[in-house]
Each structure stands twice: as C-alpha cells, then as structure tokens.
C-alpha cells in the first residue's frame, strides 16, 4: 500500500506561480510511473503531467506544457509539480498519483493507470 499526500495548493494570482508537491508513505516510489490529475466540479477527472517508471521520460497536458514541470526526489519519496504563469482555467483539485507497478508505464495519461491517489490539494487561481 501508498498512502500519498498532497501540499502546496492555494490561492494564487494570474500569472504566477505555485509548487505542490505529494509525499508518500508506506512504499518506496522509486520505479514507478507518476502523475498529477486534476477535476473541477461537474467535470472528469483531467491528466496534467506524468513522470515514467525511469524518470527519464515526462509527459504533459497540451494545456499545461511550457508551464508545469514534473519531477521526483527518490531520496525523499516526493513528485513535485511545479507550476507557473498560471491561469484562472488552471483551478482545480490536483491530485497527485502513484501506478503501483514497477517497471512499466502503461496509458500514463488514464486515471485508470493508477493504483494508488492521495486525497487532491486546491489551486485556485484568481485576481
């Protein structure tokens, strides 16, 4: 089992910048693919960004690409995803998620790839 938590969201003003970042606990998330997904109510949930099982390859949301960056910390157990020159179309419960497989990708921009999710951190971006 991983337990994921999320940090980092709040309220940010158009055109800058936030990091949230996800913890986990209970598993090493070493050679495992990685990813942010949010939702906003009413509307399914949306793949942003991914990191595949070896780190080296990443994977972005048109929406998003140029503006958010993912990265993992194998030493502390942590994906980041850092986000700038955000927009108000960006607010949303982001959540971070965990494949549970080891050595293997999948379809990394499906919800249904992932086996373990934390709990969503708000982003909202407004003047």
């Known amino acids: 089992q991983v337990q994921l938590v999320e940090f980092g969201g709040g309220l940010v003003r158009p055109g800058g910048s936030l990091s949230l970042s996800c913890t986990a606990s209970?598993?090493?998330?070493?050679?495992?693919?990685m990813a942010w997904f949010r939702q906003t109510p009413g509307k399914e949930r949306e793949f942003v960004a991914a990191?595949?099982?070896?780190?080296?390859?990443?994977y972005y949301a048109d929406s998003v690409k140029g503006r958010f960056t993912i990265s993992r910390d194998d030493a502390r157990n942590t994906v980041a995803l850092q986000m700038d020159s955000l927009k108000p179309e960006d607010t949303a419960l982001y959540y971070c998620?965990?494949?549970?497989?080891?050595?293997?990708?999948?379809?990394?921009?499906?919800?249904?790839?992932?086996?373990?999710w934390g709990q969503g951190t708000q982003v909202t971006v407004s003047s």
């Open positions: 990191l595949g099982w070896s780190g080296s390859n990443t």
């Open positions: 998620t965990a494949r549970g497989l080891i050595f293997t990708d999948g379809q990394l921009t499906s919800p249904s790839a992932y086996a373990y």
């Open positions: 209970g598993r090493t998330l070493k050679n495992q693919a």
